[in-house]
């Protein structure tokens, strides 16, 4: 049974990836579309409003981001070519990060280690960042591997 499984996710290890940053997107984006549902929303909607200087409003700020979001995770669930889920998702991390500097009051307890809750939200944003760039390289290694192979 171990050898099975090891070896399952040795041929699958890039798909379970890709799929579970899917679902998070998804998961997350949906609860953005029933008001009051999501941890994230006042976060959200208040950077929104500082980045659009107060252009967006809430209630269309939040059903954007939820449809990014879920668009973001059906992508990545979808996609074979990942260059382009890639960049969007890096943009949209870029974009969730920019609370600890735009909001610190928000997302810090005690600066620059004191991490609210809110902060704890955005901080594990990294890991998706760096599974993203995994499963970027891995698409470009796999290529370049196949290709030689021919």
Not at 36 to 56: K, N
Not at 67 to 73: C, K, P, R
Not at 90 to 114: D, G, N, R, W
Request: contains cysteine.
């Amino acid at each position: 049974m171990g050898r099975r499984l090891n070896l399952f996710i040795a041929k699958n290890q890039f798909i379970l990836l890709r799929y579970s940053i899917g679902l998070l997107f998804v998961w997350f984006g949906m609860l953005k579309f029933f008001p009051g549902v999501s941890p994230a929303e006042q976060l959200a909607t208040d950077t929104i409003s500082i980045l659009s200087f107060g252009l967006l409003k809430p209630a269309i700020s939040i059903k954007l981001l939820a449809s990014l979001e879920v668009g973001l995770g059906v992508l990545l669930f979808l996609t074979k070519e990942f260059r382009f889920t890639f960049w969007l998702l890096i943009f949209h991390m870029a974009c969730t990060i920019l609370p600890l500097f735009v909001l610190p009051e928000v997302t810090f307890k005690s600066f620059p280690f004191q991490l609210t809750i809110e902060g704890q939200y955005i901080i594990k944003n990294f890991v998706i960042i760096a599974a993203a760039f995994v499963l970027l390289y891995a698409r470009k290694s796999e290529r370049t591997h196949n290709n030689s192979a021919v």
